[in-house]
């Protein structure tokens, strides 16, 4: 029903660039565009970083991570950068539909019983006027049908980690998150969605706190992008 609804709609709304102004096949981005961008390929299915038989790497091997797999659509570089930063910073709520289309079609789902977005900081949301990642979030459990949950909340005002390495990164999340255990009763599989993953520490810290509250099994890390 939910693709036949989908379908009615780009019939009557033909899908148009939202940075070009050009038509579009099947979503507000030219295909020209989508077709240029780099995806992650020969890389650790753990943590998504270069592997070069696609194979667990000797860090995840020797210090596996909280979190199972990492799955994520593409490189954090050219038009998709601008995109995800409109989004971020420039109050484009709604290109969050457009970018987890664009994540979706790259997702393997197969498992996966619900989705927990990444929580920003009471005060930064209140700042922004939304956490981006919810907003992917709801986007995407409509058009996977896997239902996002809202047991998880950031207790701790981390500061940027744009300038961290990542042991700094680990460090400034130690004891970010609070977990709601009751929300995740009978879940055993989740992933876990950001608009950008960089070295995996956030992922790592809130997969961390899960697993040590909560009996989920399996967690999975999925991002729009991947900084290089």
């Avoid at 709609?9 to 979503?27: I, Y």
């Avoid at 981390?158 to 929300?183: C, I, Y």
Wanted: charged share 20%.
């Amino acid at each position: 029903m939910r693709a036949w609804l989908n379908a009615l709609e780009r019939w009557f709304l033909p899908s148009r660039c939202v940075l070009t102004g050009q038509g579009s096949d099947h979503l507000d981005i030219a295909d020209t565009l989508v077709a240029k961008w780099s995806v992650p390929e020969a890389v650790c299915p753990v943590c998504c970083e270069p592997s070069a038989l696609a194979e667990v790497c000797g860090h995840c091997l020797t210090q596996p991570p909280a979190f199972e797999r990492t799955q994520v659509g593409f490189y954090f570089e050219a038009e998709l950068a601008d995109l995800i930063h409109a989004l971020k910073y420039r109050n484009q709520p709604a290109y969050a539909r457009l970018l987890a289309e664009l994540l979706a079609e790259r997702l393997d789902v197969a498992g996966v019983e619900a989705m927990v977005a990444v929580p920003l900081y009471a005060k930064r949301r209140r700042e922004r006027g939304y956490n981006q990642a919810e907003l992917l979030g709801q986007a995407l459990s409509k058009i996977t049908g896997i239902p996002l949950l809202k047991g998880v909340r950031r207790i701790k005002d981390t500061p940027s980690q744009t300038l961290l390495n990542a042991e700094q990164r680990r460090r400034n999340l130690h004891g970010a998150f609070s977990v709601d255990a009751k929300m995740f009763k009978g879940v055993e599989q989740i992933a876990l969605l950001d608009d950008v993953v960089t070295t995996g520490a956030t992922m790592q810290a809130l997969a961390h706190s899960l697993k040590t509250v909560t009996q989920v099994k399996s967690i999975q890390a999925w991002a729009v992008a991947k900084t290089k």
